[in-house]
């Protein structure tokens, strides 16, 4: 009977934990469990501590231009504040009708002003006054402060803008590119290059460096668009009696397309000994496009990849 008791009590022991006679802790079954499951939840929020987003530093500011307030820089002896203002704004003092600096007690500060940055440094203990700048493009207005040395402030060491004048700027240019762009492919599609109504059954052989990116027609022009990079080659149609004629063309600059004012059989380019044959494959005589690339009717020309 006591021996059952004492093993029962050993089990309990074993599940609370308890000092052996060697007065060491043996650490229970539920310690243990615990341990297993609680470890990888602290390492877990100490790796997501470790990415959290960093606090803003105070001593960095960025502050909204608004023409009618007055920016408060706080200084303290032996700190350097940075002033930036946008990247096209200058502050040239030699230039007085474009950009000019004013500051209230000129000997306690050191200003130095290069592009579109100022650097002030106090040069007095007690060097709190006002200061005004002109850049070729706004008017700034700054109160400068001094902090004392134990203070909940922190001084200001870089001094940034936020422009929502150019930032609307900018939004309505993106705008007016897009439309631009949109309009410019209702151009595109409406005279056939990017129309889903085009021929592009086009094979080519020879001198591939000479190659455009792509070719298609519309039954009525063809347009080979080559890369920027590379030098432009002359076109050719092949007559039906084997000999070649110069080709009537108007390039698009801004999309780098060679539109030839016709369609044919087939076309050849060259530059210098570069020569570069295109059969067309998709070309009907009367203008009308030939899509399928085949003149079984019902019927459709497909490449080996795609069977």
Not at 33 to 52: E, Q, Y
Not at 247 to 276: C, P, Q, W
Request: glycine share 8%; proline share 6%; hydrophobic share 35%.
């Amino acid at each position: 009977m006591e021996g059952h008791q004492l093993q029962r009590g050993t089990r309990q022991y074993q599940d609370i934990g308890c000092i052996g006679r060697d007065g060491r802790y043996r650490q229970s079954r539920r310690d243990r469990t615990m341990k297993k499951h609680i470890l990888p939840a602290l390492l877990l929020g100490a790796a997501c501590a470790a990415n959290a987003a960093p606090a803003d530093d105070p001593r960095i500011r960025t502050v909204t231009y608004q023409p009618n307030q007055v920016v408060r820089i706080y200084t303290a002896v032996g700190n350097p504040t940075l002033i930036q203002f946008e990247e096209d704004e200058s502050v040239d003092e030699s230039d007085s009708s474009k950009a000019m600096i004013g500051i209230g007690d000129r000997e306690a500060w050191k200003v130095g002003p290069k592009g579109s940055n100022v650097m002030l440094k106090p040069a007095a203990p007690k060097p709190d006054t006002k200061l005004l700048i002109v850049t070729n493009k706004r008017t700034y207005a700054f109160e400068l402060v001094s902090l004392p040395r134990k203070s909940d402030l922190s001084p200001t060491l870089v001094l940034r803008f936020d422009y929502p004048d150019s930032r609307a700027k900018a939004a309505q240019a993106a705008s007016q590119k897009r439309s631009a762009v949109n309009e410019r492919l209702e151009q595109i599609a409406d005279r056939g290059q990017g129309s889903a109504k085009r021929n592009v059954n086009y094979m080519m052989q020879g001198h591939t460096g000479i190659a455009p990116t792509s070719i298609s027609d519309d039954g009525r022009f063809t347009f080979m668009v080559f890369d920027s990079t590379r030098e432009l080659p002359v076109a050719y149609k092949v007559l039906p009696d084997g000999t070649e004629a110069l080709t009537n063309f108007h390039m698009d600059s801004d999309s780098g397309t060679m539109v030839i004012h016709e369609t044919a059989g087939k076309f050849m380019l060259r530059y210098g000994s570069a020569v570069l044959a295109l059969r067309n494959d998709g070309f009907n005589p009367d203008g009308k496009l030939n899509l399928s690339g085949t003149t079984v009717p019902n019927a459709v020309r497909l490449s080996r990849g795609e069977k």
